[in-house]
């Protein structure tokens, strides 16, 4: 890719969604324009305009053209920097494995972890054993490799680690100790953590926590 491309991304910095295309980028060295949507208040013109189907961010926008969706994203982005730090595996069973483990995280994780911050009571306890009960299915994944990626970091890894970056999110909205029921899993983002690119992109869990209950205050949750 000419060094001359246009690279803007449409985000939301508390978003999991947002991170996961910050530790594409970040991954890659590609460097980027990024614009904040303010998600509390009126969506802006350009996101309307770049993402008129779900008006979500995040979204890349490449010399002009609009990528939505942030798995579709990171995709994306792995095959346009393709010279650089892969991120899906070659292998079309391993690459298929991959993608079904973070469309998992989608469709099954990140419902019951927004609970364990938005519901209470019988339905934030419930969304509590439902979430354990995942991402141990999940952590399972890891088997004896260091990161979901085998030996290096990859594709599940950033479908992930955003929510490593909410984990004393859950814990402090849940009361619960997610690194009692899954060390692996907790070891696992520690050691993605000595990972520069990760280190500067993921935002801090303590920081991550104030992100959320100031948005929680905001939109009254
Ligand atoms: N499946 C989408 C989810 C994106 C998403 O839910 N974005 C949220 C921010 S975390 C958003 O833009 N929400 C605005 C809205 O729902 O109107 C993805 O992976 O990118």
Same mark, same amino acid.
């Given at each position: 890719m000419a060094n001359s491309d246009q690279i803007v991304l449409l985000d939301f910095f508390p978003s999991v969604f947002g991170i996961r295309v910050r530790l594409a980028?970040? #991954?890659k060295g590609v460097e980027y324009e990024g614009k904040e949507e303010d998600l509390t208040g009126d969506k802006s013109s350009l996101l309307l305009k770049m993402n008129p189907v779900h008006k979500k961010i995040p979204?890349?926008?490449h010399n002009g053209k609009p990528i939505c969706?942030?798995?579709?994203?990171?995709e994306y982005i792995d095959e346009v920097w393709k010279d650089r730090c892969p991120l899906l595996p070659s292998d079309p069973y391993q690459k298929a494995q991959a993608k079904f483990w973070a469309d998992f995280i989608d469709k099954m994780v990140y419902p019951c972890s927004k609970k364990l911050w938005?519901?209470? @009571? #019988?339905?934030?306890? #419930?969304?509590k054993k439902e979430f354990l009960d995942r991402i141990k299915l999940l952590e399972g994944e890891l088997k004896s490799?260091?990161? !979901? @990626? @085998? /030996?290096?970091? @990859?594709f599940l890894d950033i479908a992930f680690l955003p929510f490593y970056s909410r984990f004393y999110t859950f814990e402090a909205f849940g009361n619960f100790s997610i690194e009692a029921e899954c060390p692996k899993l907790v070891a696992w983002g520690k050691?993605?953590? /000595?990972? /520069? !690119?990760?280190?500067?992109?993921?935002p801090h869990q303590h920081k991550m926590y104030d992100l959320v209950v100031e948005f929680t205050k905001k939109v009254g949750i």
């Amino acid at each position: 890719m000419a060094n001359s491309d246009q690279i803007v991304l449409l985000d939301f910095f508390p978003s999991v969604f947002g991170i996961r295309v910050r530790l594409a980028l970040a #991954a890659k060295g590609v460097e980027y324009e990024g614009k904040e949507e303010d998600l509390t208040g009126d969506k802006s013109s350009l996101l309307l305009k770049m993402n008129p189907v779900h008006k979500k961010i995040p979204v890349l926008i490449h010399n002009g053209k609009p990528i939505c969706e942030s798995l579709i994203i990171v995709e994306y982005i792995d095959e346009v920097w393709k010279d650089r730090c892969p991120l899906l595996p070659s292998d079309p069973y391993q690459k298929a494995q991959a993608k079904f483990w973070a469309d998992f995280i989608d469709k099954m994780v990140y419902p019951c972890s927004k609970k364990l911050w938005t519901a209470k @009571g #019988a339905e934030q306890e #419930a969304s509590k054993k439902e979430f354990l009960d995942r991402i141990k299915l999940l952590e399972g994944e890891l088997k004896s490799y260091p990161y !979901f @990626g @085998g /030996e290096s970091l @990859g594709f599940l890894d950033i479908a992930f680690l955003p929510f490593y970056s909410r984990f004393y999110t859950f814990e402090a909205f849940g009361n619960f100790s997610i690194e009692a029921e899954c060390p692996k899993l907790v070891a696992w983002g520690k050691r993605c953590m /000595e990972e /520069e !690119f990760v280190s500067r992109s993921l935002p801090h869990q303590h920081k991550m926590y104030d992100l959320v209950v100031e948005f929680t205050k905001k939109v009254g949750i």
